[in-house]
Structures are given as C-alpha cells and as structure tokens.
C-alpha cells in the first residue's frame, strides 16, 4: 500500500463524521459533501507527517471551510431569496439524495437546524464544534480568529439564543437583517397552556380532525397570509375545514414537517422539509382558543423572525 493510499484510506475511516460536522454547519447535504470532497483536497496537498491527530486536523479544515462558505453565502444575500429558498425546498439544483438529506436532518432536529440558521457563522461554528462534538475552545479559537474566552462567549451566547433565552435580542444575520423586534414574551404558565393548544391543533391537523380543530378556535379566528395572494379567511368553520384536509392531504404524502417552536416569544409552527425553512404560523392565543394565525412564507420576513428551540 502506497502512503496515498493509506492517507485515502484514514479519509475515508473520518468521512461520516466530517460529513456530520460539515451538515449541521451549513444545513445542506450537497454543500457539506463539497466541503468534505475540499477537506480531502488540502489533506493530499499537504504535509502530514507531523500530524499526530488526523481526525482532530481533518475536523478542523472542514470547519474552516464550512466556516467560509457560510460567511460567503451571507455576502451573497443580493441574490433573489424567493429562488434561493425554493431551490433548496424541493431539493432542486441540488446533487444531493433527498432521503439522505431527510436522514441527516431528523438526526440534528428540524427545529434544531431552522435555528442554527438564524446564527451569525462564528457562532454556528462555536455552538457546533463545542456543543456537538465537544472540540476544546482552545482549538475552537483559532478557526474564528478570537481568543478561546471569546470563542466561548460566541458559543455562550449562540446557545441562548437556540434556547429562546436570549431576551429580546435578534440573531440577524441571514439575509442582511439586523433589526431587533420588541415583543412582549410569555410567561412559563403561559407558553406552556399555548404548547398544549399548538400540539394539539397539530394532532388533530394530522388526522383530518375537524371537529378537533374547531374546538381549538374561536368563532371569529382570522388566518392571515403573505403569499402569492395575501388575503384572509375568517371564521372557525372555514379554517378549520381548510386545516383538515389540508394537513390531511400532507401527512398522507409524507410532505407534512410542521414542528412545534417559539416564534418571537410564543408558541408556534414551523414548518421545515429537511431543516429549510419553508413557512412559519404564528398564533395569536385568548382564553385557551386561537383567535388569529399568521402564515409566513415569504423568504425575507422569515429570515426576520426570532425562532427558538421548545424543550420537550
């Protein structure tokens, strides 16, 4: 066995785990591939022999290269978002095996991915690295050219936010949006009356619940929408009959991904095929009912929501 083949081989022994570091970096099973098939690039270009740690050397040129195509990808935000986000919905323009992606992507948490994208890259890579495979902040500090304090006050404060404890601070950052929303947040009392409202609507969605849903709404609840046609459609009746067979229709075909998670302070629904955010509903809550629902689908105002992760 040549040296190359040996070095190919101790590759190929660290592929599933640079491809789990490189996919909860950036969320796209075509993109970590490419930053994987790079990692092997620089490692047969370069001089190992004083690599005692190959695996640990290997971990950190993924992370730097994910760390730059995150960065590059946030200088691209001129690019059109409604066709970023569609391509990436359906898996379109993408050489990637959906069924894989839709693996990787229920091993990280759909919520779990939706939020990581909502970071700045320094501290996605801080929270990443650390959180979930325990790389040192020494090591960690270097690839985000800041002192390992530094790096831990990234992965510190990147860790609130996914928590939903960040107070009211936004992460920004995707799509050139840096604003901070004011919004009254709940308390624990109330988020966890409207988790248990939230779950059980999508219970009931699921099935084709009619008069499931119906019990969860009041009389005059207002759907609101921005998609293609914004409009509205008033009343119990009507929505809940609409969120039958629409849920319905969705979880027969295997294409309905709704999850449970705080959406700028209170309880709501996203929904996210294979970590890529597609729609965002927020409930408006009064005396244990669903009195109005706001539908986001379009790219830019979702990149302007603050989501967080809800505990089990």
Same mark, same amino acid.
């Given at each position: &066995?040549?040296?190359?083949? /040996?070095?190919?081989?101790?590759?190929?022994? $660290?592929?599933?785990?640079? #491809?789990?570091?490189?996919?909860? @970096?950036?969320?796209?099973?075509?993109?970590? /591939?490419?930053?994987?098939?790079?990692?092997?690039?620089?490692?047969?270009?370069?001089?190992?022999?004083?690599?005692? $740690?190959?695996?640990?050397?290997?971990?950190?040129?993924?992370?730097?290269?994910?760390?730059? &195509?995150?960065?590059?990808?946030?200088?691209?935000?001129?690019?059109?978002? %409604?066709?970023? =986000?569609? @391509? #990436?919905?359906?898996?379109?323009?993408?050489?990637?095996?959906?069924?894989?992606?839709?693996?990787?992507?229920?091993?990280?948490?759909?919520?779990?991915?939706?939020?990581?994208?909502?970071?700045?890259?320094?501290?996605?890579?801080?929270?990443?690295?650390?959180?979930?495979?325990? =790389? *040192?902040?020494?090591?960690?500090?270097?690839? =985000?050219?800041?002192? *390992?304090?530094?790096?831990?006050?990234?992965?510190? #404060?990147?860790?609130?936010?996914?928590?939903?404890?960040?107070? +009211?601070?936004?992460?920004?950052?995707?799509?050139?949006?840096?604003?901070?929303?004011?919004?009254?947040?709940?308390?624990?009392?109330?988020?966890?009356?409207?988790?248990?409202?939230? %779950?059980?609507?999508?219970?009931?969605?699921?099935?084709?619940?009619?008069?499931?849903?119906?019990?969860?709404? %009041?009389?005059?609840?207002?759907?609101?929408?921005?998609?293609?046609?914004?409009?509205?459609?008033?009343?119990?009746?009507?929505?809940?009959?609409?969120?039958?067979?629409?849920?319905? &229709?969705?979880?027969?075909?295997?294409?309905?991904?709704?999850?449970?998670?705080?959406? $700028?302070?209170?309880?709501?629904?996203?929904?996210? *095929?294979?970590?890529?955010?597609? &729609?965002?509903?927020?409930?408006?809550?009064?005396?244990?009912?669903?009195?109005? =629902?706001?539908?986001?689908?379009?790219?830019?105002?979702? +990149?302007?929501?603050?989501?967080?992760?809800?505990?089990?």
């Amino acid at each position: &066995m040549t040296e190359r083949d /040996d070095l190919a081989k101790r590759f190929e022994e $660290n592929r599933s785990h640079l #491809r789990a570091v490189a996919y909860r @970096m950036l969320g796209s099973l075509s993109e970590a /591939d490419d930053a994987v098939q790079e990692a092997w690039i620089r490692l047969s270009r370069s001089d190992t022999s004083a690599v005692q $740690n190959l695996s640990g050397w290997l971990t950190t040129v993924v992370a730097r290269v994910s760390l730059d &195509m995150l960065r590059s990808r946030k200088a691209r935000r001129e690019e059109p978002l %409604d066709e970023v =986000v569609d @391509m #990436r919905a359906d898996g379109s323009g993408s050489g990637a095996d959906p069924e894989q992606e839709a693996v990787l992507a229920d091993s990280v948490g759909l919520a779990m991915l939706v939020v990581l994208d909502t970071l700045e890259p320094a501290e996605r890579l801080a929270l990443v690295l650390h959180d979930m495979f325990a =790389v *040192p902040f020494d090591e960690i500090a270097p690839i =985000v050219g800041r002192t *390992p304090a530094a790096a831990r006050q990234l992965a510190s #404060r990147a860790r609130r936010r996914v928590q939903g404890l960040g107070g +009211q601070e936004k992460a920004g950052g995707r799509a050139g949006i840096g604003r901070r929303d004011t919004y009254a947040r709940a308390s624990a009392t109330e988020l966890r009356h409207q988790r248990e409202v939230v %779950d059980a609507f999508l219970a009931a969605a699921r099935v084709g619940d009619f008069q499931g849903l119906l019990a969860l709404l %009041d009389l005059d609840v207002v759907l609101r929408s921005d998609g293609v046609a914004s409009r509205e459609i008033r009343g119990a009746t009507e929505y809940a009959r609409r969120a039958a067979a629409g849920g319905k &229709m969705a979880a027969a075909s295997g294409a309905w991904s709704p999850q449970p998670a705080l959406v $700028n302070g209170a309880v709501g629904i996203i929904v996210a *095929p294979r970590g890529h955010l597609t &729609m965002v509903l927020q409930f408006t809550f009064q005396n244990g009912k669903i009195v109005a =629902v706001d539908a986001t689908t379009d790219p830019a105002r979702l +990149q302007d929501l603050d989501l967080a992760i809800l505990s089990e």
